[in-house]
C-alpha cells in the first residue's frame, strides 16, 4: 500500500489528541476500513497493529497532566519485535499512519506510551515470542466538547505550543531550503510527542534531512524514538505531496534516520 500522503497531510493538520468519547458505536464499515490500513500499510517486517474493544481497565492512573481518557469503545495496540534495534521509530511511524487514516474516517485518537496496563492490553491480543506492546491508541468518535483537562491545556496555550524551527534545525541556512524541505519540518513540528516535549533535532543538507533525539534521556520513560518515528512519517508526508520521493536510513544514536531525497 502506498503512502495517501494528500488524505494524511490533511490529517496530520487537522489530528488532535482526544480523551473524552461519545457513548456511540463506530459502524463495522469504518473499524473494517481501518483494519485494510494496517493490514495493508506494512513498511516494516518488525512492527504490527491488532484491535480489540476497549475496556475501563486498560489505563491506570492519570494520564501526566493531560487527564485520564475516558469512553473509548475500542483501542489499537501498537506491537514490535524487540529483536530489532530500530523497533521504537518504526513503531512511532507505523501506528502515526493509523492514527492519520482514523483521523481521516472521523475518528478521535490518543497516542499512550506509558499510563495502561500492558498485561491487561495483552489479554486482548496473541503476542508472538520477543513481541512487546510499545503503545496504544483509543478509537471513537471523540466528545463534542472537550473534556476539562483538554479545555484547560487550551486555555494555557500548551496543548498545540511548538518550537521553532530555529530551535529544531540547523545545517543548511534556512534561507536556502527548498521548498519540500521547509513542508517536511514544518510537518513534523505537528507531529505528537509524549507530554509535547519535541525532542527531535534535524539536521538539514541538499536532499537530505537528518532527524536525531535532543538527549539520550527518555523523560518520562517513553522512548523518545518513537515520537521521532511519527516526525519521520510526517516529514515523508509532506515531501510527497511536494512531489519529492524518497527513502530512509536508520542511524545509530543518538541520531535516528535520514529522509534521503531521491534525485
Known amino acids: 500500500m502506498e503512502i495517501p500522503f494528500q488524505r494524511w497531510y490533511d490529517a496530520l493538520l487537522r489530528r488532535r489528541s482526544r ?7 463506530v459502524p463495522p464499515n469504518v473499524l473494517q476500513s481501518l483494519a485494510d490500513t494496517y493490514t495493508n500499510f506494512r513498511p516494516f517486517d518488525s512492527v504490527r497493529a491488532a484491535s480489540a474493544r476497549m475496556t475501563d ?3 491506570k492512573g492519570i494520564i501526566g497532566a493531560y487527564g485520564k481518557i475516558r469512553g473509548a469503545p475500542h483501542m489499537i495496540a501498537f506491537i514490535g519485535d524487540t529483536r530489532d534495534r530500530h523497533v521504537r521509530e518504526k513503531i512511532g511511524y507505523y501506528g502515526e499512519a493509523i492514527v492519520l487514516e482514523a483521523t481521516a474516517l472521523g475518528l478521535g485518537t490518543c497516542w499512550v506510551g506509558k499510563s495502561f496496563d500492558r498485561n491487561v492490553a495483552s489479554s486482548f491480543v496473541v503476542l508472538e515470542e520477543h513481541e512487546h506492546i510499545f503503545a496504544i491508541t483509543p478509537i471513537g468518535y471523540a466528545a463534542e466538547r472537550s473534556s476539562f483537562e483538554e479545555r484547560a491545556l487550551t486555555a494555557f496555550g500548551r496543548s498545540h505550543a511548538r518550537k521553532p524551527l530555529g ?7 534556512e ?3 527548498s521548498e519540500w524541505t521547509r513542508k517536511s519540518l514544518e510537518a513534523a513540528r505537528l507531529a505528537p510527542s509524549a507530554v509535547n516535549r519535541q525532542p527531535w533535532r534535524f539536521y538539514v543538507e541538499h536532499g537530505r534531512i537528518t532527524i536525531s533525539v535532543d538527549t539520550m534521556d527518555d523523560s518520562y520513560g517513553i522512548s523518545k524514538r518513537i515520537d521521532c518515528g511519527i516526525a519521520m512519517l510526517h516529514i515523508e508526508i509532506a515531501a510527497l505531496a511536494c512531489g519529492v520521493s524518497g527513502t530512509w536510513e536508520f542511524l545509530d544514536p543518538p541520531r535516528v534516520a535520514a529522509f534521503v531525497a531521491r534525485s
Open 19 to 25: 480523551r473524552l468519547y461519545q457513548a456511540k458505536a
Open 57 to 59: 481497565d486498560v489505563f
Open 167 to 173: 530551535e529544531l534545525a540547523s545545517g543548511l541556512p
Open 175 to 177: 534561507n536556502t531550503w
